[in-house]
């Protein structure tokens, strides 16, 4: 493997215009590249898509000011500058098995990577079997559910069985990894609760905006009851709202660094964000998190990925699900900064063993 010795390709979820998964998949490659490694994110794509004229009508947008478009861009931008991408085009969108010649290792994570119900036609590149198995490192996927469902088991029993490093972000998830693959698998934090606060606050980019604020941040449907209550909270409290999940708020076109600066520097976060409650969580911020709501369907609970988060810090108290009675300002963050000491010994300790 000529050349392929300090190499490390990462496989993550991409092509959408998510903070969480920018800012983890910028922390995954920090981190990974603090040890001494070239990292690079890969992204395969069908050969023959025609991307060309979407990327033009993409500028159109930006220029005729569709908020919408500016915000892609911003992202392109941020992904450009700050997350070495190596895009590859294959018949059928799949990672070929030549690769495996180009990198020691290949790591798989964080975000929902492993959720049975999305990208299956891409299944087989986030459970890397273009790669031999001593290549193959799994660093806090999700599977975006408490339990993998009857119907996929087997076939994920398999896809596990070929993996030395096995790890989950959700306790829960491990402990059914474990259960299906006969092997111990380590429940560790997210990787962007691996950097520091401090780190994070170098990382951002300051926003023009003086006066007090609330970060409003659903990625579902809103509750007109509590959406009634946040908005009174506001004006109680002589803050204007700043709705990120909005096209038409001022701030909708913020990048992921900008993102990071709002959570800092907000009076409070209301959310159904994982990761917008994990950056409350590390930078202080006061948060309330909720139930996600999607059209159409029942109520989406925040379900094992919020519910381990907030268990593993000690502040379960911040979830509201949908009953917001009362709003306090007065998170106490004690029990969180202890418990992130340890995690992110438990964290480096773990990558200290799959990568020799």
């Known amino acids: ?34 040890r001494g490694y070239e990292v690079q994110t890969l992204v395969c794509k069908k ?19 569709n908020t ?26 799949l990672i070929p098995d030549g690769i495996r010649e180009q990198y020691r290792y290949f790591v798989v994570g964080s975000d929902q990577v492993w959720n049975p119900e999305i990208r299956k036609k891409e299944r087989k590149n986030f459970f890397l079997q273009f790669a031999r198995q ?16 009857a119907e996929y088991r087997e076939e994920f029993a398999g896809y596990f069985a070929g993996f030395d490093h096995l790890s989950c972000r959700e306790a829960a998830g491990a402990a059914d ?7 111990p698998c380590a429940h560790i934090i997210d990787p962007t609760l691996a950097i520091t606060a401090e780190e994070w606050r170098e990382f951002a980019r300051p926003l023009p905006i003086k006066e ?12 007109a009851t509590l959406w009634g209550k946040i908005t009174a909270f506001a004006e109680q409290n002589g803050c204007r709202i700043v709705d990120l999940a909005n ?3 001022r701030f909708y076109v913020s990048d992921p660094k900008e993102f990071v600066w709002l959570i800092d520097h907000a009076q409070m976060v209301f959310t159904d964000s994982f990761h917008a409650t994990a950056f409350s969580i590390n930078l202080h911020t006061p948060f309330y998190v909720f139930d996600r709501h999607q059209k159409q369907a029942e109520t989406t609970h925040a379900g094992s990925r919020i519910h381990s988060l907030l268990a593993s810090f000690g502040m379960t ?33 773990y990558l200290d063993s799959c990568f020799i």
Do not use: W
């Open 68 to 93: 919408v478009a500016k915000r892609k861009a911003a992202f392109d931008r941020f992904s450009r500058q700050s997350v070495p991408t190596r895009t590859l085009y294959t018949e059928n969108g």
């Open 177 to 183: 990894i474990a259960a299906l693959s006969g092997k």
């Open 212 to 223: 007090k604020y609330i970060v409003v941040f659903y990625l579902g449907d809103r509750d």
């Open 247 to 249: 096209p038409s708020d």
């Open 1 to 34: 493997m000529k050349g392929s010795v300090d190499k490390i390709g990462i496989v993550t979820l991409y092509g959408n215009l998510n903070y969480g998964n920018r800012l983890q998949n910028y922390a995954m490659h920090t981190l990974l590249s603090r």
């Open 134 to 149: 001593e290549q193959r490192v799994a660093v806090a996927p999700s599977i975006g559910v408490s339990e993998i469902p």
């Open 317 to 349: 108290d911040r979830f509201a699900g949908q009953e917001l009675t009362e709003i306090s300002g007065d998170s106490d963050f004690t029990a969180a900064d202890e418990q992130v000491v340890k995690e992110r010994e438990a964290f480096q300790r």
């Open 47 to 65: 050969r023959g898509l025609k991307t060309g004229g979407k990327m033009l009508r993409d500028r159109l947008q930006c220029l005729l000011g």
